[in-house]
């Protein structure tokens, strides 16, 4: 009777599971913190083709603000703000200009920067000065993210070019040591 008892409970309890309903599969958002590698071309582009970079390197997307004060002052002094001092320090940036191009991305080659958005978009800057500034807005996707970033201000009714195109493909977990290090070999070169 009581391995009758066993079957009859086990067998409800797998009626009652195909009861349940299932939920559609849901997609699974990318977490936005992290290490990317950053493209921004005057076009389409990808990271398989140099063929329309401006600028390439390296954003780190930190998930919690952070002092950038408690960098050691010979790389924090490499450092420049790519945000309006408006806001928390939440990022960093390394980018090679790898050509003139009609971009303000890239003039700074090191930098602090905060981002904010939620996992459906983001927007982060990458270049500031008192009257011209560069913000990117990007949606993620499975491998980092894409979107367009923009060059404004500056001289007159500023610079008037076309959006840039963007893409960042994730190569780790927040690092804040890559601009750092970088920081250190922009100034040996000094």
Partial sequence: MFSKYRIQLSLGCFVAALAVPVAATEEVKPAIPGTYEVLVCDSTCNFESQHNYAVRGVLVLMPTAF????????????????????????????LTKLREGQTYAGITPVGWTRWSGNPDGISFELYQSPDAWYVAWVKLTTSGFAGTGASSGGVGDGPGWPPDRILGHRIGPPDLQRCIEAAKQIGKRK
């Fill in 67 to 94: 002092d950038e004060k408690k960098v050691a002052i010979p790389q924090r002094v490499e450092f420049e703000y790519g945000y309006s001092l408006i806001g928390i320090t939440n990022g960093c940036f390394v």
